[in-house]
């Protein structure tokens, strides 16, 4: 049978075609293949790629504008994955989801392959010198000027491109569309300082975040996460964190206390506290004339949040230095977003956070803001633009169509786009000049003050497309005159010249690129007083008269839409929903059961400036006056992921207001209409309540400070644990053991083995999911679609499981996140009922899963206690990985083909490997040495791996805590993963 | 009619022992060594008389014979990664044009294939060479471990005399598991499943 | 006595017997031919089925993760228990001596080989990867692996195989004389054929003596044998971990089960049967009023079982089981629940009365009751315990799809097959030992034997 | 006595055939105090009154059964023992050679060898080779008992006389 075991087309060792096509030349070329059943040699062999043996190159994430240094693994000459570089100060070693995703942007089969021209209705390709002479012969046209709208990266090529485009007599506007504007805003009116500032979350003593998801789509998430992990996870102390906000987001979920605020009334709520703070610790200083307004009670008025609350949380607050509060959310930002950081930046201001855990003077990159891009729509309409350059930007997706910027760029005469992907802007244009992905193309990026990530190819391209700043000097050589002032001979050339001045001598630069960039010590963070500018702190204004208000939040994965062509990132659950693929429209519980709505009933949200339509998801984390939807989907073109697939929320808003500086995501009041049609909502959930199974403990602060066990707290408490067993039961268990272990040694089983495990530390985790895509790059796990996960049947070896507690009447609501792996049972369940030793355990202690063995009886996955099997239906392999995706499997683990169980095996291939490097250099494996790809993912370090015999390893002394437990313990299956309870921080009575 | 009865039973038992000897004889067959090669002398041969050689016939006619077993190279030098990696290496077209930018061959057959090299070489065309031994891909090989184990020369084990062959040819049935096995259980070296599936 | 130890209104002379037997061979009516080519097109359908599943994957019947066994295994539990009541009845009651059961045990051994011979098909059909099935059995290999012994599916390997090849034995041994019987009334290519199966048969007093003892000897093997195979199945469940299979009444259940199913499979086969073949004078009210007796007793057997399965459950304490058990009754799975008790344990209970015993017309849907009843057990016991199991966070439903169904009616179209052409081709009532239970006649009147 | 193996020659005899099974057996017990040993006997059905009559002794059988049980049962803890210690490999915890779940197979086994080996002694015990025209009349396995006697051309018409006596409703010289 083709697929028996080995796969036909998705071969670890495939002989990239590809790149060959893509006259990459051999040199790229693998040393091995099966396929092709040819043997390519190296025409010249490459010093630093041995066939085997993976490579790994610094470069930097382009994600978003956080800019987190990445190592790029790479194998004959391939990346196939993606990690956090250890010495970038922003990741430290982290990476999230939609980071490691960037590598199926590198393999994307929506790239564009080649310089293409319009051609009447259709798209001609030509060759890359006709593609430039044609952007030359327009610029020499005259006319009306260039002008480019570029994304906001901050780098020497942004510095290219500006000094390019003003020589042509333009402009450029750096946009990008999620960007922090309110913040800059109210810094300039607060300060004086137009700047996004860094925030150390690691020494918050007690976070309050309005409307801000820090852990996810706002700022720098990997980077807040870092810190928030130290901070409010357990380290013998915990900070409190309270979300004040219309919807609980991720971070919403992973406060302590959520203050459901109307949408438009935080800042009141904020002056409010400021003015508690104030009045406690005293400082009101310059604001005490607006503070003065903005009592509780007041502030309880606006926003219907309780006025003791509002003190209690003020004075909880006040009695802990340094604490932090953040605010600027997309998810709140609506026409009072300004007002609302500015009030923040009061409350910071009077608890003394400036210049502690508020530290300016670190300036992120941020680009010219909606002012700007509002600025070109006036040129463009007005038909003074004669070429439109676009550049990693795409505004015609990203910006509401009431803005009608397709109609604008319908009046630009010649239409360039430099799109990596074909996107909704590119389609629209005369000219695609393709640029390289940035795994592909010499480049850097400068995210902060004294942050500059450094981007090298680490492979050949994928497709014979060109970096667009080798075009641009291409065609400054064919423009000549004023241009020649450009005088390097290609864009790396340019690039080191630029970098004369960082790094002088080759060694130094050499290094650069080894680190992955130059890291200079932030600047010190100057002591700022807030200027006493009142302001208004009302409630904005909404458009239209409906029953709700309607809040487009970013996509905790597609984020502004520019993940929505990644498998991965459709497929990982959102960490909230947990739905998949396809976008959902949020109403809160109490009015889902009011209008008789059911989750995945079809409902249509129309407001003054259009409508859509999706299936419903009723959600008790969202203020009852709220309706919600994310960003990122309904993509009319981006490739055959993406296109066509739910709906877009921009459409319900108005074009912003002449001369506003931002886009008001929050703007509008909507009404509700029912369809009665259906549509179910892919999710992975399936009951999210524990039903008092002991699987995501919990433990009170309180306990936990005092190192009491769950057990302990529980009894403490008054509440009666779950079912264990009787002594006589453990009794009796244990002879049985005594007597099988002795049995056990027979064969390999008799020598002495390591004995690997894991803890999973639950007060860190924060359900982020960075370890799922994690899992999927390094495993080669196949993305089902969206028909198979209705079916239950998404394989992701590792998943977050979400689960619900209290929310019913007066109880809080709170979520529990609980990575769900294979636990690696030492008595596994699933083993022994396997007939064809498929299931076996290993001589180190794992579940080994031996996939060209398996027959496919299932019956493992019957057995298993924790439902941590998965089993391919159909040949996932054949359909996962479309051309190029493919190119991407990790060449060190087997491809399942279908009618086989799948599983976690604890990255056996990096056991393997690590065991294979450690015997070769003749000496033991170190602990630490190597670890799983979720461990090695997870921004919060939540997740420890090693050797369990070994009692000086990490895992072995973490699975001490008074805080451990083992899920399903009362099977005794034995697991090898440690679970440490969640820390529940209470109001303290 | 008892001994005729006596005789059927005892039959059958004797069947039942055959069954379970069987796995061990058909082991033993297994475990006995790779097959003689032929041993072609390494001498003129030029590419005319190779017709009758096993193996499949390669875009050039490199003679191990002549590389590994007259001129006594040793295989690392071509094969650079086989001790530091899983897998062996094949060499580059450099490595082959350090010697042959020189060394044009000592007779004519020899002089028209390092020709052909040559041009490939000029033409910066890798040349593609037929492949002889392959695993399937579930099965993961750590070159560099056996070769640590059994020595540099230990290649001979699985690929047999190459030293030998003017032609590369299968001389034993790597896909075969058993093929492995019999080895490990002879050196009572692992056999745990998850040591090369994964 | 004899007559008596027969059952009531049989006067039939050994000559009579013979020719109404060697009768039921003779050319087939039109409703025969029509069942049979209803049983072959629903084969069909089964395998074409089948062919879409080797083609494409499982992916395209119903199962949504955790439900890793539903309709197939659903369908063999089904097909193994049918076979139960043949055996138990030619072999069991052979030992009891019990006299009702002549008539009727071909037809139930019939129905047994068939229906272990459909049920056999399943695991096949079932696995992930079908064409490496063989990876099951114990050969000498050149991996040098063995299969696991320890794994419930490797026990059901040897005890399905053995049932089929023992009671296809059993059923073989039996006719050998009867078709010896036919051979000798037959004429042309049909005396040809019979002869080769009679191998030869004459009846001399050798050839009766060693065929009675080892007759016996093969029921003596069979009956400890039934019982196995049904435990080692339910051990398939019984031996795992899911709350509501890893229960120590699982065997006794099961095996209780499968009778009750298989005697409703026999009712629903010869009620029908004995019209269209005319031999409702040799299976008459008598013998099916003693299998509707043992269908009574096997029903009362699954009502205590179910009764105790919700009260351990409820006894023991134990959270995953009252779950499991709570939804069985209440949750998705409802119906299906409520379907098994009411078609099992309450249908059955109508069988005290006498009057819907000896009516076949009652007995005919009641068997039919049965068997939809006794496939839902299966399908409860599997799908809805699979269903919710110790993760609520993996809880999920199941959906049928047509895959699962056209296997379903390829299994019934298959059984139906084999067993319509056996009952055309072979006597489906046995001559010779209904001779037996006949006193020949005698010269001197009076001076009775035995 | 000697095995009933299939004869290939033809022996002459006596065949008679009765409607009544008491004469039948009369017949029977007579001619075995003439000494006759060589009686071959056809029923319809088992009939223990004949087997009385021909005074048969106990049936091989259950040796082929007991030797298939042993073996079976040998055979399945040997196969299963041996074959798990062969590649020794731990599932959920076990010991690699536990007796327990063996018992499952072995008694499967036992089952399967001594069933086969009932049907493949009795097979060879009972069956000749090929169907005797001689001596042998459909109607045996009807409603009629037969009687065959191998007799030499001397003695035929004695032993017709003699079945006329004995009440056969139909005698003849084969």
């Known amino acids: ?989 | 009619m008892r001994k005729l009865a006596f005789v059927a039973g005892g039959g059958l038992i004797v069947l039942a022992a055959a069954l379970m000897a069987w796995g061990g004889t058909s082991r033993a067959q297994q475990a006995s060594g790779p097959a003689e090669p032929d041993s072609i002398a390494a001498t003129r041969l030029a590419a005319s008389d190779t017709a009758n050689l096993l193996g499949p016939r390669q875009p050039i006619f490199f003679r191990h014979d002549l590389h590994a077993g007259q001129y006594k190279l040793q295989c690392q030098y071509c094969h650079y990664s086989v001790n530091v990696s899983n897998e062996p290496g094949i060499p580059s077209m450099q490595t082959c044009m350090g010697c042959h930018l020189v060394v044009g061959g000592t007779d004519k057959g020899n002089a028209a294939e390092i020709g052909k090299l040559r041009d490939a070489w000029n033409k910066q065309q890798p040349v593609e060479w037929v492949r002889v031994h392959f695993l399937a891909q579930h099965v993961h090989f750590p070159h560099s471990l056996h070769i640590k184990a059994l020595g540099p020369n230990a290649c001979a084990t699985c690929h047999g005399d190459v030293a030998r062959m003017p032609q590369i040819h299968k001389v034993n049935n790597i896909n075969n598991m058993g093929f492995c096995i019999s080895c490990h259980i002879e050196r009572k070296v692992t056999r745990d499943c998850s040591a090369c599936h994964y | 006595m004899a007559t008596v130890a027969y059952g009531p209104n049989l006067t039939r002379t050994h000559a009579e017997i013979t020719s109404d037997v060697v009768a039921t061979l003779s050319a087939p009516s039109k409703g025969y031919l029509a069942a049979l080519f209803g049983a072959v097109g629903l084969f069909l359908i089964g395998l074409i089925t089948f062919i879409i599943l080797l083609k494409d994957g499982l992916g395209h019947a119903g199962y949504n993760p955790p439900i890793m066994w539903s309709v197939y295994i659903t369908n063999f539990v089904f097909w193994v228990g049918i076979g139960h009541a043949g055996t138990l009845i030619s072999a069991i009651l052979y030992l009891f001596r019990s006299p009702w059961r002549t008539a009727v045990y071909r037809a139930t051994e019939a129905m047994t080989v068939f229906a272990v011979m459909t049920a056999g098909l399943f695991p096949i059909i079932h696995i992930g990867r079908q064409w490496v099935f063989y990876w099951l059995l114990p050969y000498p290999n050149a991996r040098y692996i063995w299969p696991n012994f320890k794994s419930p599916l490797m026990w059901d390997v040897f005890a399905v195989g053995t049932y089929l090849t023992v009671s296809t034995c059993f059923l073989v041994f039996g006719l050998i004389p009867d078709v010896a019987a036919v051979r000798d009334r037959a004429t042309g290519w049909r005396r040809a054929l019979y002869a080769q199966v009679a191998m030869g048969w004459t009846g001399s007093d050798n050839q009766w003596r060693h065929f009675s003892r080892a007759y016996l000897y093969l029921a003596a093997l069979l009956t400890p044998l039934v019982l196995s195979v049904h435990s080692v199945v339910s051990w398939d469940f019984a031996m795992s971990l899911v709350p509501a299979w890893h229960g120590t009444i699982f065997a006794p259940y099961f095996v209780g089960g499968a009778i009750y199913s298989g005697l409703g499979m026999v009712m629903t086969l010869l009620i029908p049967l004995r019209k269209v073949l005319k031999v409702e004078h040799l299976i008459n009210d008598y013998h099916f009023d003693n299998l509707a007796k043992l269908t009574l007793l096997t029903g009362c057997i699954m009502f205590y079982s179910y009764s105790m399965e919700y009260f351990v459950a409820w006894y023991s304490g134990n959270t995953f089981e009252q779950t499991t058990f709570f939804r069985r009754a209440f949750g998705p799975y409802w119906w299906a629940g409520w379907t098994m008790i009411i078609c099992n344990a309450l249908m059955s209970q109508l069988l005290w009365f006498k009057k819907i015993r000896t009516n076949l017309t009652s007995l005919f849907v009641i068997s039919i009751f049965i068997n939809i009843g006794m496939w839902f057990e299966r399908f409860v016991i599997i799908v809805s315990s699979l269903s919710n199991e110790f993760i609520p966070w993996a809880w999920d439903g199941l959906n049928p799809t047509w895959a699962d169904w056209g296997i379903l009616l390829g299994s019934f179209g298959w059984f139906f097959m084999y067993f319509l052409l056996f009952a055309r081709t072979f006597p489906i009532v046995a001559i010779q030992e209904i001779k037996e239970m006949i006193p020949m006649p005698r010269l001197r009147s009076g001076g009775g034997h035995h | 006595m000697g095995l009933p193996l299939p004869r290939r020659r033809e022996v002459p005899g006596v065949l008679a055939s009765f409607e009544h099974i008491d004469a039948a057996c009369d017949a029977i017990r007579a001619l075995r105090k003439e000494g006759r040993r060589n009686l071959t006997v056809y029923t319809s059905h088992p009939s223990h009154e004949v087997e009385a009559a021909v005074g048969h002794t106990w049936s091989p059988i259950r040796l082929f059964t007991l030797i298939g049980g042993l073996t079976g049962c040998t055979a399945g803890f040997a196969m299963t023992l041996w074959m798990s210690r062969d590649w020794p490999l731990v599932v959920g915890g076990k010991s690699v050679n536990t007796v327990v779940p063996y018992v499952a197979i072995a008694f499967e086994l036992t089952v399967l060898i001594a069933g086969l080996l009932t049907f493949f002694g009795m097979a060879l015990l009972t069956f000749p080779r090929a169907v005797r025209k001689v001596g042998f009349d459909p109607r045996f396995t009807d409603d009629r008992i037969g009687i065959f006697v191998p007799a030499q051309a001397g003695e035929t018409d004695r032993l017709g006389a003699f079945f006329r006596d004995a009440g056969a409703v139909e005698v003849r010289n084969a």
């Open chain 1, 1 to 989: 049978m083709s697929d028996d075991g080995i796969n036909p087309t998705v071969d670890r060792r495939r002989f990239l075609t590809v790149l060959g096509v893509a006259g990459a030349g051999a040199s790229a070329l693998s040393g091995c293949s099966t396929q092709a059943e040819k043997l390519i040699p190296y025409l010249v062999q490459s010093e630093d790629q041995v066939p085997g043996v993976a490579t790994y190159y610094a470069s930097t994430c382009t994600e978003c504008s956080a800019g987190c240094g990445l190592h790029v693994k790479t194998r004959e000459g391939r990346a196939i994955k993606l990690e956090g570089n250890p010495e970038h100060p922003v990741n430290r070693g982290k990476l999230c989801a939609r980071g490691q995703a960037s590598l199926q942007g590198l393999y994307n089969p929506g790239r564009v392959k080649a310089p293409m021209v319009r051609d009447g209705g259709s798209w001609k390709e030509v060759k890359w010198d006709d593609a430039i002479a044609r952007l030359v012969a327009a610029i020499q046209k005259g006319g009306a000027p260039l002008a480019v709208l570029s994304g906001a990266t901050r780098g020497t090529f942004s510095g290219l491109l500006a000094d390019f485009t003003a020589t042509a007599g333009g402009s450029v506007t750096r946009w990008e569309p999620l960007d922090h504007v309110p913040m800059r805003e109210a810094n300039k009116l607060s300060f004086g300082r137009d700047e996004l500032p860094a925030y150390d979350f690691a020494s918050a003593k007690y976070i309050l975040s309005f409307g801000a998801d820090f852990l996810d789509t706002w700022h720098s998430p990997t980077e807040n996460q870092i810190g928030y992990a130290q901070s409010h996870g357990f380290h013998g102390d915990a900070a409190r964190h309270v979300h004040v906000a219309a919807r609980r987001d991720l971070t919403g979920l992973n406060a302590d206390e959520w203050l459901a605020a109307a949408p438009g009334t935080e800042a009141a709520i904020a002056l409010a506290m400021a003015n508690v703070v104030a009045s406690r610790r005293g400082g009101a200083g310059s604001y005490a004339g607006l503070l003065s307004q903005w009592t509780p009670e007041a502030a309880s008025k606006a926003s219907g949040v309780p006025a003791e609350a509002i003190r209690r949380v003020a004075l909880e607050f006040a009695a802990q230095a340094p604490t932090l509060a953040v605010a600027g959310g997309i998810g709140s930002q609506h026409r009072g977003a300004v007002e609302l950081c500015q009030a923040v930046n009061v409350l910071n201001a009077v608890a003394g956070n400036i210049g502690q855990t508020v530290r300016f003077g670190a300036d992120l990159s941020t680009g010219d803001g909606l002012a700007g891009v509002q600025k070109l729509l006036g040129a463009m309409s007005a038909g003074q633009v004669g070429i439109l350059l676009v550049h990693e930007a795409n505004p015609v997706y990203a910006l509401p169509a009431s803005m009608k910027f397709a109609d604008a760029l319908k009046k630009v005469p010649f239409k360039v786009s430099t799109a990596t992907y074909m996107d909704e802007t590119a389609a629209q244009c005369d000219l695609l000049l393709p640029n390289l992905h940035s795994l592909e193309r010499w480049d850097d990026a400068n995210p902060r003050a004294g942050v500059w990530g450094l981007m090298q190819p680490v492979m050949e391209p994928v497709f014979p497309v060109r970096h667009t700043g080798d075009v641009l000097l291409d065609a400054t050589r064919k423009l000549g005159g004023a241009y020649s002032k450009f005088s390097a001979p290609d864009y790396k050339t340019h690039l080191r010249t630029a970098w004369n001045a960082r790094t002088a001598s080759d060694a130094e630069w050499r290094a650069a690129l080894a680190r992955g960039g130059l890291y200079e010590a932030a600047p010190e963070a100057p002591v700022l007083t807030a200027s006493d500018a009142s302001f208004s702190a009302a409630t904005p204004a909404f458009d239209g008269d409906g029953e709700f208000v309607f809040v487009a939040y970013p996509h905790a994965f597609l984020h502004d839409g520019r993940g929505a062509n990644r498998p991965w990132l459709l497929e990982n659950p959102d960490p909230v929903t947990k739905a998949t693929w396809s976008p959902w429209i949020e109403l809160s519980a109490a009015t889902a059961k009011r209008l008789d709505i059911r989750r995945g009933e079809v409902v249509r949200i129309v407001s003054p400036h259009g409508e859509i339509s999706g299936p419903a998801f009723p959600y008790a984390g969202l203020h009852d006056g709220v309706i919600a939807a994310p960003l990122g989907s309904g993509h009319t073109e981006y490739g055959q992921f993406a296109k066509d697939r739910g709906f877009n929320p921009l459409d319900l808003l108005g074009a912003p207001a002449a001369g506003s500086t931002f886009l008001p995501y929050a703007s509008t009041r909507v009404r509700l209409e029912k369809t009665y049609s259906y549509q179910e909502v892919a999710t992975t959930e399936g009951t999210p309540r524990q039903l008092g199974r002991g699987i995501a403990e919990a433990i009170p602060l309180v306990y936990a400070r005092k190192g009491m066990t769950v057990r302990q707290a529980l009894h403490a408490e008054g509440h009666d644990e779950h079912e264990v067993n009787t002594e006589l039961e453990v009794k009796a268990i244990l002879g049985w053991r005594e007597r099988q272990v002795e049995g056990r040694k027979l064969g390999n089983y008799a020598e002495v083995h390591p004995s690997w495990g894991m803890t999973v530390d639950l007060s860190k985790c924060t359900g982020c999911s960075a370890c799922v895509t994690a899992c999927y790059a390094e495993n080669n796990i196949p993305t089902v679609g969206e028909d198979q996960v209705l079916r239950g049947r998404e394989m992701s070896w590792m998943r977050i499981e979400r689960y619900w507690e209290g929310g019913e009447g007066e109880e809080p609501l709170e979520a529990r996140f609980v990575p769900m792996l294979c636990q690696q049972c030492e008595d596994a369940p699933c083993e022994p009922v396997c007939p064809v030793f498929a299931a076996y355990h290993t001589v180190d202690g794992l579940n080994g899963q031996v996939y060209n063995r398996c027959v496919g009886t299932r019956y493992c996955s019957n057995n298993c206690s924790y439902k941590v099997r998965y089993f391919n239906w159909y040949k996932y392999n054949l359909k996962a990985w479309p051309e190029p995706l493919d190119l991407q499997l990790n060449p060190d683990v087997t491809v399942r083909a279908r009618g086989v169980m799948e599983k976690c095996t604890f990255c056996v291939q990096r056991i393997r490997g690590a065991q294979h490097n450690a015997r070769l250099e003749g000496r033991e494996l170190r602990d630490g040495e190597f670890t799983t790809a979720c461990a090695q993912a997870c921004p919060s370090d939540a997740i420890i791996f090693g050797n369990r015999r070994d009692p000086e390893s990490k895992v072995a002394q973490s699975s001490e805590d008074p805080r451990a437990y083992r899920v399903l313990e009362e099977l005794n299956t034995r697991p090898a993963i440690t679970y440490l309870a969640k820390v529940l921080n209470q109001v303290e009575a």
